[in-house]
Each structure stands twice: as structure tokens, then as C-alpha cells.
């Protein structure tokens, strides 16, 4: 089975911090994919990566940078922190090769920001 | 027009009733439809996904796709009030992320 792993599943922080997610799967897949999700407005794509040190915006990366420097991790940055990203993070992984590859999540980080 | 559309609902149901969720999408050239369970405060799990034209089965779970009408749907027999979960339809058009549709909250009652 696919593992997908949020470094933390609940995380408070302070407006202007610079705060950090990490994501971790273990299946070699080459995408890998930021999501935030708020109530009435689905999944939404921040920044996504096909493949390492390779990234790609996705409908609403204001705010936010990634960095993937191995091909198990991609980490998603909140540069500095604003309350109106107070939301859940999802991260996802998805293999190449077949339009039966799945998108694989974790359990999700929610994240304050005070 | 969204790429992906579903009912928000919520859909209520009585127990060990059908319950038929919908989703359509716009991009003809889409190639495969997934359907995903997210119970509140979870992330999305995989239940099944579907690629030919018809219907495909897995335990209480049928999804069935027409591509001519573009849409794709998810038929669940006997439901459970643990079925009460958002259902999340996505589609692969070729693009390396899936588009996902907004959800259908379901809700069986007992």
C-alpha cells in the first residue's frame, strides 16, 4: 500500500512565522502535490512537483513556496504566515505511466495561524 | 462552467437504500474517473475508479461512466450510516493532478 506522511497532523503558528510542512511517501512516485481544503471550496492545488527540484504552480500559490530535493519529500512553505491561510493541507502522490494512477493522500496537517 | 461539477447536497438516504451520486465533467478528452471517500475531518480515500464505458463493480459499490453524456456516477447498495462521508468525484485529463469535483455529502439515516 501507498504511505503518504504529513510530518504533523495539527499545527499552530503565528502571523509573519515562516512555517514549514513536510510530506513524505514511499512508493517512488514521481508527482506529488499540495492541497489546502476549506469548508464550500473543495481541494484546491497550491504547487505541485513531477519530478526532483521540478515544480509547477497550481490554481492559488500566492504565499506559498515548495521545495523538493528528493523524490520521496516535498515540503510546502508558508513565507510568512497570514491568518486567511488557516486551513487544512493535504498532500498527495501519484505515480507516471498509466491514467488508472490514483492520487494518494495523507492524513492532512490543520494548520492555525494566530 | 467548473471542469468537474457535482451536487453539494447533502443526499439523505435511509439505511439499506440505494444512494446515487453524480458528477459531470466538461473535458471530453478526460480518460478515467476516480471516486473518493472523505469522512469529516479526513483526508480522501480511494474507493474505485472507472476508464471504459459501462458499469464497473466492487462489493456494495458500482461506478458507471458515459462518456457520451460525460458523466460519471457511484451507486451504493445497502447504505450504511458509516457510508455518511463527503464523496469526492476526479477526473484525469491527461494533466499530471486530478481534477476534483466540490463533493456530495451523503447522509444515511438509521
Known amino acids: 500500500d501507498v504511505k503518504v506522511t504529513q510530518s504533523s497532523r495539527y499545527l499552530v503558528k503565528r502571523t509573519g512565522e515562516k512555517v514549514f510542512l513536510e510530506c513524505v511517501q514511499d512508493m517512488d512516485h514521481e508527482n506529488m502535490f499540495w492541497y489546502r481544503q476549506d469548508p464550500g471550496l473543495g481541494l484546491r492545488l497550491i504547487y505541485f512537483s513531477y519530478d526532483v527540484k521540478m515544480k509547477e504552480k497550481g490554481d492559488i500559490p500566492e504565499g506559498y513556496s515548495v521545495s523538493r530535493e528528493k523524490k520521496e519529500r516535498f515540503s510546502l512553505i508558508l513565507e510568512s504566515a497570514s491568518t486567511n491561510q488557516t486551513s487544512m493541507y493535504l498532500c498527495?502522490?501519484?505515480?507516471?505511466?498509466?491514467?488508472?494512477?490514483?492520487?494518494?493522500f495523507g492524513d492532512g496537517t490543520r494548520l492555525s495561524i494566530l | 462552467q467548473k471542469e468537474v461539477e457535482q451536487n453539494s447536497g447533502p443526499l439523505s438516504v435511509p439505511e439499506g437504500a440505494i444512494a446515487s451520486l453524480n458528477c459531470t465533467y466538461s473535458?471530453?478528452?478526460?480518460?478515467?474517473f476516480f471516486w473518493y471517500r472523505q469522512y469529516s475531518g479526513k483526508s480522501p480515500e480511494l474507493i474505485m475508479f472507472?476508464?471504459?464505458?459501462g458499469d464497473k463493480e466492487d462489493g456494495r459499490f458500482t461506478a458507471q461512466l458515459n462518456k457520451a453524456s460525460q458523466y460519471v456516477s457511484l451507486l451504493i447498495r445497502d447504505s450504511q450510516p458509516s457510508d455518511s462521508a463527503t464523496y469526492l468525484c476526479a477526473v484525469y485529463t491527461g494533466r499530471r493532478a486530478l481534477t476534483f469535483g466540490s463533493g456530495t455529502r451523503l447522509q444515511v439515516q438509521p
Open positions: 498527495a502522490s501519484r505515480g507516471t505511466g498509466s491514467r488508472n494512477q490514483p492520487q494518494h
Open positions: 472507472i476508464y471504459s464505458n
Open positions: 473535458d471530453r478528452g478526460s480518460q478515467s
